[in-house]
Every structure is written in structure tokens, then in C-alpha cells.
């Protein structure tokens, strides 16, 4: 890992996107999150856990067959967390995925305390982190929930449509099971609305739809007591979905568009939520296993 530095800091903020929904805008707004949170001045590492490894398009890179992925980090113990990291840009790392993460679902449901082993693998890189930022795959499987066994934060990218609703209900289950059952520090910040046509009526009603959702748990001590529609919505903007192409983040492509200023924004106040950091001990106190 080049450039991360340790620091004397305890652990970073950790954030899973996720949606078992495809294409609702998870690896954009990893990767542009993830960008405008080291602008910022904040060092970040963002895994991509998809087996379609579009994260790190974004950051142009190019998979070569012999460069250990993050495959390594769940397959191959000798291979130290450390060498998987790539610096991407100043203050942004990211560890990329490949195809055959894909088979890794099916070996890992063979070994022991399989929940566990994205955090146990991390858990000495973390330090050199500030904000670290999990690119989920479209289901809600092992790899997802190695993702929220790590995670402090859940933001699910979604579009303001009726079935998103739906796919939330089941989404916040799983997240319900990880948190009693795996880690407990695990919440849900809100969802993040995705690709957003302010002008629809449909869409207005689903938003509002799901603001009163999540107020009717209001200190219910459930997962999601306290997450909300986060602000601002990101505006469908044909240049985030350029970006890539180029191997760009919206703030090299089009540092000046809609899409820019929308994750700019949004990682502004996604920041804002953050209470005062308390030192996390799980992973360091509880020799490498998340809090029960
Ligand atoms: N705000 C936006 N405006 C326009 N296009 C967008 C926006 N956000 C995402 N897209 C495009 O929508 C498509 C899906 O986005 P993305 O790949 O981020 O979704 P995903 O949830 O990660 O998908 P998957 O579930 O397949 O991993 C991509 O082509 C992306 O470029
Ligand atoms: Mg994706």
C-alpha cells in the first residue's frame, strides 16, 4: 500500500452501499463518494466487492490477470491485506475485484466464521483509513454480509419507484439479522436516491412514501431508528455515467456539473450525521471478531 499512512487515529468510519437491486447506482456513488470524501481531505479506501469489478473503472484501472484482487483478501491468507490496496488518487485508495469473486460465494459458504473474514482481513489496514467505503454486489449474499459485519453504516442507493420500497423492507431484514447477530454497531444512515427526476409525481410520492416509513421507527433501537432520505437527491447527469469511460470520478471528468456538485454535497452531509468518533474497540478487543 503505498502512501496510507498509519496514524495514531482509531478506526475508520465504514460505509456499506448496498442494494440487491442491479444498476440503482451503488459503484457510482461509491466511487464519486468515495472521491469527493478524499477531496476533502479524508483518507479513503473503497472496496469493490462486485464480481463485475466496475469500481475500478472509474478510477482507470485495467484487471491484469496476475494482480492479486480481492479475491485474495477472502482466498489466500498469505497474501497481506496491504498489497491489495492501490493508490487511486491523492488521499484514495481502492483494493479492485474480479470475475472469480463470483466462485468465491460458493467456497466461502464451506469455512468457518465466513461473516467474519472481510473485517478480520482489514482489520490491520483500517488504522490508515478515515472513511472506508464498501461497494456491495447486487445480493444479499455472503459477500454482502461480510460487508455489514464490517460496517458501521448502511446507505442503500435506490431510485424513488414503488417496488424500491419493497426491496427495502427485505434489505433492512438482513440488515436486522447481521446487526443481532454479528455487529452490533451497525446502522442504517438512509437511502440515498439515485439517478432522481424531481419532477415526477410517482417519485415525489415514494420519497414521501419512505420519510414516513422511516419516521414510524423513530427510538424503536432498530438499525434504521434514525435514517432519512439523505440530501441532496443525485440528479440523473449523463457525465456520471460518462465518467467511467475515461477511466475518470465525476471531479476529474466534469468537475463543475450537476453530478459533481451533487456528491460533493451529499458527502458534505453525509459527514454532517457522523456523531463525535468514538473509538470502536470491536476488532482490536475482540481478537479480529465483530462484536456480539
Ligand atoms: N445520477 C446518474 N445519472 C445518470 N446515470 C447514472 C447515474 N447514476 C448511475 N448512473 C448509471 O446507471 C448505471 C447503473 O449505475 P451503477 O453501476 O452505479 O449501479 P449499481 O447499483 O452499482 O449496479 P450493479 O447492481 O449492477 O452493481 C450505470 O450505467 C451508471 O453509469
Ligand atoms: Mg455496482
Same mark, same amino acid.
Given at each position: 500500500?503505498?502512501?496510507?499512512?498509519?496514524?495514531?487515529?482509531?478506526?475508520?468510519?465504514?460505509?456499506?452501499?448496498?442494494?440487491?437491486? %442491479?444498476?440503482?447506482?451503488?459503484?457510482?456513488?461509491?466511487?464519486?463518494?468515495?472521491? @469527493?470524501?478524499?477531496?476533502?481531505?479524508?483518507?479513503?479506501? &473503497? &472496496?469493490?466487492?462486485?464480481?463485475?469489478?466496475?469500481?475500478?473503472?472509474?478510477?482507470?484501472?485495467?484487471?491484469?490477470?496476475?494482480?492479486?484482487?480481492?479475491?485474495?483478501?477472502?482466498?489466500?491468507?498469505?497474501?497481506?491485506?496491504?498489497?491489495?490496496?492501490?493508490?487511486?488518487?491523492?488521499?484514495?485508495?481502492?483494493?479492485?475485484?474480479? /470475475?472469480?469473486?463470483?466462485?468465491?460465494? %460458493?467456497?466461502?459458504?464451506?469455512?468457518?466464521?465466513?461473516?467474519?473474514?472481510?473485517?478480520?482481513?482489514?482489520?490491520?489496514?483500517?488504522?490508515?483509513?478515515?472513511? &472506508?467505503?464498501?461497494?456491495?454486489?447486487?445480493?444479499?449474499?455472503?459477500?454482502?454480509?461480510? @460487508?455489514?459485519?464490517?460496517?458501521?453504516?448502511?446507505?442503500?442507493? /435506490?431510485?424513488?419507484?414503488?417496488?424500491?420500497?419493497?426491496? =427495502?423492507?427485505?434489505?433492512?431484514?438482513? &440488515? =436486522?439479522?447481521?446487526?443481532?447477530?454479528?455487529?452490533?454497531? =451497525? *446502522?442504517?444512515?438512509?437511502?440515498?436516491? $439515485?439517478?432522481?427526476?424531481?419532477?415526477?409525481?410517482?417519485?415525489?410520492?415514494?420519497?414521501?412514501?419512505?420519510?414516513?416509513?422511516?419516521?414510524?421507527?423513530? %427510538?424503536?433501537?432498530?438499525?434504521?431508528?434514525?435514517?432519512?432520505?439523505?440530501?441532496?437527491?443525485?440528479?440523473?447527469?449523463?457525465?456520471?455515467?460518462?465518467?467511467?469511460?475515461?477511466?475518470?470520478?465525476?471531479?476529474?471528468?466534469?468537475?463543475? $456539473?450537476?453530478?459533481?456538485?451533487?456528491?460533493?454535497?451529499?458527502?458534505? @452531509?453525509?459527514?454532517?450525521?457522523?456523531?463525535?468518533?468514538?473509538?470502536?474497540?470491536?476488532?482490536?478487543? *475482540?481478537?479480529?471478531?465483530?462484536?456480539?
Amino acid at each position: 500500500m503505498k502512501g496510507a499512512r498509519a496514524s495514531n487515529k482509531t478506526q475508520p468510519r465504514v460505509i456499506a452501499l448496498l442494494n440487491q437491486k %442491479g444498476g440503482v447506482g451503488k459503484t457510482t456513488s461509491t466511487a464519486n463518494l468515495g472521491a @469527493a470524501f478524499a477531496l476533502a481531505g479524508l483518507r479513503t479506501l &473503497v &472496496v469493490d466487492l462486485d464480481p463485475q469489478s466496475n469500481l475500478s473503472l472509474h478510477f482507470g484501472h485495467e484487471p491484469a490477470p496476475d494482480q492479486p484482487t480481492v479475491r485474495d483478501l477472502f482466498m489466500n491468507p498469505e497474501i497481506a491485506a496491504s498489497e491489495l490496496i492501490r493508490e487511486a488518487r491523492e488521499n484514495l485508495w481502492f483494493i479492485p475485484s474480479d /470475475t472469480e469473486l463470483a466462485l468465491v460465494e %460458493g467456497e466461502l459458504a464451506l469455512q468457518p466464521n465466513m461473516q467474519h473474514i472481510l473485517a478480520e482481513r482489514l482489520a490491520s489496514s483500517m488504522p490508515s483509513f478515515d472513511v &472506508v467505503l464498501l461497494d456491495c454486489p447486487p445480493s444479499l449474499g455472503v459477500l454482502t454480509v461480510n @460487508a455489514l459485519t464490517l460496517a458501521d453504516d448502511v446507505i442503500v442507493p /435506490t431510485q424513488a419507484q414503488y417496488l424500491a420500497l419493497r426491496g =427495502l423492507e427485505k434489505l433492512l431484514e438482513t &440488515v =436486522l439479522l447481521v446487526q443481532r447477530a454479528l455487529n452490533a454497531n =451497525l *446502522t442504517v444512515a438512509g437511502v440515498l436516491l $439515485c439517478m432522481h427526476e424531481s419532477q415526477s409525481g410517482h417519485g415525489k410520492a415514494v420519497v414521501h412514501e419512505m420519510e414516513s416509513y422511516f419516521e414510524k421507527y423513530r %427510538g424503536s433501537g432498530l438499525p434504521w431508528q434514525d435514517a432519512e432520505v439523505l440530501r441532496p437527491a443525485v440528479r440523473r447527469n449523463i457525465k456520471l455515467a460518462e465518467a467511467p469511460s475515461f477511466g475518470q470520478t465525476i471531479f476529474d471528468y466534469a468537475p463543475t $456539473c450537476a453530478g459533481a456538485a451533487d456528491y460533493r454535497a451529499l458527502a458534505e @452531509a453525509i459527514r454532517a450525521r457522523w456523531k463525535p468518533v468514538q473509538a470502536r474497540e470491536r476488532l482490536a478487543a *475482540t481478537d479480529g471478531t465483530a462484536a456480539s
